[in-house]
């Protein structure tokens, strides 16, 4: 099969997902899906071998929802997705490279074979989130070509909108942006500097259990508890199918809200039926928690980048979420600033992908040795969004102790290097706990996993030096390498990860899910 030359871009959403590529002109232009919509709902139903996903999944859900998987992109990075479906515990990778499978059906119905795919990822994912999406994609049979942050994703869309140059070549006003990107399921902020083609990403936060979704969920708890009052304790939320559906009504309450100051729900259940008028004032009262996660975010990471408002001179919405009036509120209140809703909420992250994935083919496009050095067309550099340390015991306490070795927000890529030594005579191995995030104690960090140190000489003294290279790529994966600086030697060095499919189960699967395919 010829190699497609058109490669796409993918936003991978917690709740839908959106894709798109360059026409000819280079301009980045939305895929429809086979149901003809601009975006597909992140859902899948599962039904023995065969699967359903989208609109037709969401249908589904309210009839069968031990069969549906949704939100499946909150559990990236575990072991398994939260619920059994179908009476089976998958892998959340399985479950996000169905719905990669589908959009990539889709969009060849329009460009023909495709291979090559940039997917976006939240800029807060951490390392292990960011290894399950390119896991997920080469099980959906996609070759990636690299993962980018859906904040520098939008911000890349929005260049292109204003016109990174001006007539002249003269990059536009530098701006300094804060893209505040509400989506279904996750949140993230990131300020970034926007010079002519030049995108340079300052700090990054966020929250990936903070989306759309939990302004759903306090709706859809008003409404049950009003509805189990009403009806003496007889309760929806009992039974999956009613909770699923309730669910739902709260969505539409939550979007309806958006355009009006007061909706009335109506909600079956059983034979049971409630009418509930609900005002916006109320819905932004039952929610205020939520927004102020965002707005303290926000603060944190403009605190990161040694910002103050003033300094930011565009505020960029992105994300379904942004809609809601009361995050526009919030924000004009906070930052004195009118917020830019000008690009498209719901396709701007998967433009953005599109444009990088067209770079990217760029770069490798192989030059005659005598042409002139081309200026690349943009340079996108990233900050980290986790702090990378080591987790060892205090010898004096014995306590957990968390050695930082790259900071969050530092600018990548980044090699960090540190130095171990052996302890014991004759010692085989050096074992280190990689962790991200946590405290100075090492709580509630994630654990990336174990780098053991081996093929150390034998009846070693005591005191040898090991040094570990971390490198994190401009994309937030992670590499590590040992040396024996002693012995003018690479050290032999393994990974055993924490979390996450390792090579054996990834080919398994693999293998599974085209035999499934077949
Ligand atoms: P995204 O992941 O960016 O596609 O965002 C999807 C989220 O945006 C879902 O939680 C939707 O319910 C939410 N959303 C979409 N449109 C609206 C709207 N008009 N008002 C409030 N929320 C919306």
Not at 1 to 26: C, E, H, N, Q, R
Not at 63 to 78: C, H, T, V, Y
Not at 145 to 172: C, H, S, W
Not at 485 to 490: F, G, S
Request: net charge neutral; aromatic share 6%; charged share 25%.
């Amino acid at each position: 099969m010829p190699k497609s030359t058109i490669p796409i871009g993918i936003d991978l959403g917690t709740t839908f997902s959106v894709v798109a590529y360059l026409d000819s002109t280079g301009r980045p232009c939305t895929i429809t899906n086979a149901e003809g919509d601009l975006i597909t709902p992140s859902v899948v139903l599962l039904d023995g071998a065969s699967s359903v996903v989208g609109k037709e999944a969401v249908k589904a859900a309210g009839m069968e929802p031990e069969k549906i998987a949704d939100f499946a992109k909150r559990d990236m990075g575990s072991m398994f997705y939260s619920k059994k479906v179908g009476g089976e515990q998958l892998p959340p990778e399985v479950i996000q490279s169905l719905i990669l499978e589908k959009l990539r059906k889709d969009a060849e119905l329009k460009l023909g074979p495709i291979d090559r795919a940039v997917v976006t990822v939240p800029a807060f994912f951490n390392e292990p989130r960011r290894k399950a999406t390119q896991d997920a994609a080469q099980l959906a049979g996609l070759q990636i070509l690299d993962i980018i942050n859906e904040p520098t994703a939008a911000a890349i869309a929005f260049g292109y909108q204003v016109g990174f140059l001006d007539e002249k070549g003269q990059a536009r006003q530098k701006e300094t942006i804060l893209v505040y990107d509400l989506g279904g399921g996750t949140f993230d902020v990131t300020v970034m500097v926007i010079d002519g083609t030049d995108f340079t990403a300052l700090a990054t936060g966020g929250d990936v259990f903070l989306g759309g979704v939990d302004w759903d969920r306090r709706l859809a708890e008003h409404i049950g508890n009003k509805f189990r009052d009403k009806h003496h304790g007889f309760d929806p939320r009992q039974d999956a199918s009613g909770n699923q559906r309730l669910l739902k009504e709260a969505e539409d309450t939550k979007r309806a809200l958006s355009a009006r100051e007061q909706v009335t729900v109506s909600f079956e259940h059983v034979g049971q039926g409630i009418r509930l008028p609900i005002t916006r004032v109320e819905f932004e009262e039952m929610t205020a928690d939520l927004l102020e996660r965002t707005r303290f975010t926000i603060k944190s990471v403009l605190k990161e980048a040694k910002l103050q408002w003033t300094d930011i001179t565009r505020l960029l919405l992105v994300g379904g979420s942004s809609r809601m009036p009361m995050v526009q509120r919030m924000l004009e209140e906070e930052s004195g600033l009118k917020v830019d809703r000008s690009l498209s909420p719901d396709e701007a992250v998967a433009h953005g992908a599109a444009l990088y994935a067209g770079l990217l083919i760029a770069r490798e496009e192989v030059q005659p040795d005598d042409a002139p050095a081309k200026k690349p067309a943009m340079t996108v550099k990233n900050v980290s969004s986790h702090d990378l340390g080591v987790l060892s015991k205090d010898p004096a306490t014995g306590r957990s102790m968390n050695s930082i070795i790259i900071p969050r927000n530092t600018v990548l890529p980044v090699t960090k290097g540190k130095r171990f030594r052996t302890a014991k005579q004759g010692q085989k191995t050096v074992v280190i706990n990689v962790i991200e995030g946590g405290d100075s104690a090492g709580r509630n960090s994630t654990p990336i996993g174990r780098c053991t140190i081996h093929g150390l000489p034998p009846d070693l003294a005591p005191g040898m030096i090991v040094e570990v290279f971390f490198t994190y790529s401009e994309n937030g994966r992670l590499k590590v390498e040992g040396r024996l600086p002693e012995l003018k030697r690479k050290a032999m060095l393994s990974i055993e990860r924490a979390s996450g499919m390792n090579d054996d189960k990834l080919n398994e699967w693999g293998e599974k899910l085209k035999a499934s395919r077949q």
